[in-house]
């Protein structure tokens, strides 16, 4: 059971290629062909402003839903080793501090100039969405764990549906009145977008989209149901949680990114399900794997390749190797050419580290 699943790192690889270059390859070729259908892919490869939910709003809690999903089996592997519960709380503690400090050194720890450091970085969020959900499943038991995911997702949509109702009267609870922005200003006012999106509070939420994962993982790591019973039993969650986004967003709780609203969490959830049941039939059961080693060799350093691009500029060196030919092209073409290049060379790195074996393990 310790096993690695090939559909899990598949999707995290088709996860990682729109955050190195994936996106930026689709904008290109919606000025280089413009036409409805370009527009409309370009278009999904950015956020949606506020409300609403587009493609490229599924790529962050799509790995924190991956991140869970690998637990059930990374869990197992320690205990079959003879691991005590408390070597991987510790364990566990010691992954999400590392995360956080990484995220925080990424966005500005090292200036040394703290009131402007983000500490709610993207690493630092993965780490405790999945650190809580990791510690609630080993503790907690089946349905203990269960039963503390559905106090974590519950607690937190009320938190966000009631509370603006005593600090922000008035106020649109999922727009200009969030708890979202109530509780960075009592952390010192540190609201970094719109309506205070992306703050620490949004952390929480992110609980619920890992869990969501791990619950995932656990249908995958029941050896006794065959492969087309796992894949049943996925697409029956993708639809309990798409059902549950739908109902929740017709009672008044909108779709919001920036504050990971209860509504989003579901419909990302649903779809994460569904790509999973999808991959899991076609790679796992199936065996069709030769179309997936691309996204694979991405999937199974995805960390390193987030680390790196923030070390190495791959636009500056695709640029010294391949300016030239794009140079001799319309601009919008060559555009589109340098877009592809940036994300082939990113992915020629990770090719040489999965020949030689060498893969990032936090």
Known sequence: MGKRILSIDVLRGYDMFWLIGGASVFTALAKALPSPVTDFLALQVTHAEWGGFHHHDLVFPLFLFLAGASWPFSLASRLSRGLSKTRITLDVLRRFAILFVLGAVLFGLLDFDLAHTRFNSILGRIGFGWAVAALGTLHLGKKGSWAFAAFCFFGYWAAQQFLPLVFSPGHDPWGD????????????????????????????????????????????????DSGSRKTENLLVCAGAA????GFAYLTGCRCVKSIWSPTYILLSGGISFALLAALHWIVDVRGWTKWAFFFKVIGMNAITIYLLQWAWSFPATGRKLFGGIAGMLPEVWGLLLMEVCFVLLRWLVLLFLYRHKIFLRI
């Open 177 to 224: 009145g969030n708890f979202q922005a109530v509780f960075d200003h009592w952390l010192g006012d540190r609201v970094p977008d719109k309506y205070g999106g992306e703050g620490f509070f949004q952390a929480f939420g992110c609980v619920s989209s890992a869990y969501l994962g791990v619950f995932a993982g656990q249908i995958l790591a029941r050896d006794a």
């Open 242 to 245: 798409l059902a549950g986004a």
